[in-house]
C-alpha cells in the first residue's frame, strides 16, 4: 500500500557509475536484496549517517573506510542489519568488504557496506559471499531500478528519482534511489539513499551541499518518531560533466545544484512517507509563525508523532481538539495559545486559541477523507517556518510490525 506513488521510470544513467541487484537468498520467498555501486576513480563520495549511538557494524566501517580511502565501491544488502552483533557483526561486515575486494583487484577499505533489516541476528556472509561474482558480472549503467528494489525491505515500491538541470550550455544530472517504509525519524531514519551527479564538485562543496540537502529532505520525515541503526545517505559526484569545479557557494552552478539536489532529496523523502508502513494518508504538517525553527520543528513533530492524532487521520476524524493538544504538549514556553491559528487545507478549525466560529464538521470530515492533506500551524509570534511530512497510523501498520519477523 502506498499514497500517491506510482513505479518510477525514466531514470536517468550517471557517466561513471555502474550498479548491479541480485538476489543472495536473505529473504523467502527469493527476491533482488543484494546490491552493488561502482564509482569510477577521481570521484568524490560523502556520506551522512545515523545518529543512533547503537549503530550497526557496517556504518562504523563505512565512516572508517571514508576517512582512509577514496570509496569505489558501495555494497548494500537488505534482509539482515547486522546490528546488535558486537564483535561478530564488524567482522561479517569485514569479511565481506575483503572477499569483494579480492574479486574485484582493490583494497577492502575503498568499499563502504551497508545493511538494512532485522537488528540482531547474524549476517548470512557465506550466501552473500556466493553471489558476489554474479553481482560484479551484470554491473551496469542502467540498472538503477534493480537496485533501488535490492535495498528494499517492507516498502512495497521501489523509490528513484532523475532530473537534468540545464544551465546556459551546461547540463548536470541527478539521479537517486532511496528506500525506507517504517522505523522513519530525522538523524535520520530506517531509511538508505544513494544519489550520484556527473557534476563536478569538491569535497567541502559536496559535503556542505549533502548536509543542507538532508536537513531540508530526509530529516524533514517521520512515520513513527523511531531512529534506526543503519541510516545512511550517499552523495557521489563523478565529475564527467564540463564545468568548471564547485567549490564554494559563489562558485557558477552552486546555487542551481543545490537546489536541484534538495528537490531530489525531497521527493526521494516524500516517496518514503507515501509508502510509510500501512500509510493511507500523506500529511504535510506547516508550522509558521515561530520565533525559531527548533520551536517549529518542536511543534510540527509533536503533532505528526502523537499516535492520536494519526489515527484520527486512519479513520478520516475531525478531532481538531487532538491537534490542538499536541500543539499545547509541544516543549516550548514561549507559545501563546490565545494566538493559534490551526487549519486543515484551507479551512481554519481553530483560530486564536479556539474553534473558528465558521467551522462545521461536515467540512472538517470531508477534508479528512483526502489522500493528501496538510495541516497548517501558525503560532503568531515570530517569522520562522517549518515543513515536515508524516504518515497516519493504520491497523496495516501494526499488523507489518507485529509480524515483521514471522
Not at 143 to 153: E, F, G, K, P, V
Not at 254 to 266: H, M, N, R, S
Not at 308 to 334: E, H, M, Q, Y
Request: proline residues 3%; negative net charge; aromatic residues 6%.
Amino acid at each position: 500500500m502506498s499514497v500517491g506513488l506510482k513505479y518510477p521510470d525514466s531514470i536517468l544513467p550517471i557517466d561513471g557509475i555502474r550498479l548491479a541487484g541480485v538476489s543472495a537468498g536473505l529473504y523467502e520467498p527469493h527476491r533482488l536484496d543484494l546490491a552493488l555501486i561502482e564509482i569510477t576513480d577521481d570521484s568524490v563520495v560523502s556520506a551522512v549517517f545515523t545518529k543512533n549511538l547503537f549503530c550497526a557494524a557496517p556504518v562504523d566501517i563505512a565512516k572508517d573506510h571514508l576517512k582512509s580511502s577514496s570509496p569505489r565501491y558501495c555494497l548494500v544488502n537488505s534482509g539482515n542489519a547486522n546490528a546488535g552483533n558486537g564483535q561478530q557483526g564488524i567482522d561479517d561486515a569485514n569479511r565481506i568488504c575483503e572477499y569483494l575486494a579480492s574479486q574485484l583487484s582493490c583494497k577492502k577499505e575503498n568499499i563502504l557496506p551497508f545493511s538494512t533489516g532485522v537488528i540482531g541476528e547474524r549476517l548470512p556472509v557465506n550466501k552473500i559471499e556466493n553471489v558476489i561474482p554474479e553481482l560484479i558480472q551484470k554491473l551496469e549503467a542502467g540498472a538503477w531500478l534493480d537496485s533501488a528494489q535490492a535495498i528494499m525491505t517492507t516498502d512495497t515500491i521501489p523509490k528513484a528519482i532523475s532530473t537534468r538541470v540545464n544551465i546556459g550550455n551546461t547540463s548536470f544530472t541527478i539521479t537517486g534511489i532511496a528506500k525506507g517504509a517504517g522505523m522513519i525519524k530525522p538523524n535520520m531514519a530506517t531509511m538508505l539513499a544513494f544519489i550520484a551527479t556527473d557534476a563536478k564538485l569538491s569535497n567541502k562543496a559536496q559535503n556542505k551541499l549533502l548536509k543542507a540537502a538532508v536537513q531540508k529532505s530526509f530529516n524533514r520525515i517521520t512515520v513513527d518518531g523511531d531512529t534506526s541503526t543503519n541510516d545512511a545517505c550517499v552523495l557521489i559526484s563523478t565529475g564527467k560533466t564540463d564545468n568548471k569545479l564547485i567549490n564554494t557557494e559563489t562558485d557558477e552552478y552552486y546555487i542551481e545544484f543545490e537546489k536541484a539536489l534538495v528537490d531530489t532529496c525531497c521527493k526521494l523523502a516524500q516517496a518514503i512517507i507515501r509508502d510509510g508502513e500501512g500509510a493511507t494518508k500523506f500529511i504535510e504538517i506547516e508550522v509558521n509563525e515561530g520565533k525559531s525553527s527548533e520551536e517549529c520543528l518542536m511543534v510540527a513533530y509533536q503533532i505528526a508523532e502523537s499516535p492520536l492524532v494519526k489515527t484520527a487521520f486512519t479513520a478520516s476524524d475531525p478531532n481538531w481538539g487532538r491537534i490542538l493538544a499536541a500543539v499545547g504538549a509541544a516543549v516550548t514556553n514561549s507559545i501563546e495559545i490565545e494566538k493559534v491559528s490551526i487549519y486543515l487545507d484551507d479551512l481554519c478549525i481553530v483560530r486564536n486559541g479556539e474553534r473558528d466560529k465558521s467551522y462545521i464538521e461536515e467540512k472538517g470530515k470531508k477534508v479528512m477523507q483526502q489522500e493528501d492533506i496538510k495541516i497548517s500551524v501558525s503560532l503568531s509570534h515570530g517569522a520562522a517556518k517549518e515543513t515536515i511530512w508524516t504518515t497516519d497510523l493504520s491497523y496495516e501498520y501494526i499488523k507489518i510490525n507485529a509480524e515483521y519477523r514471522t
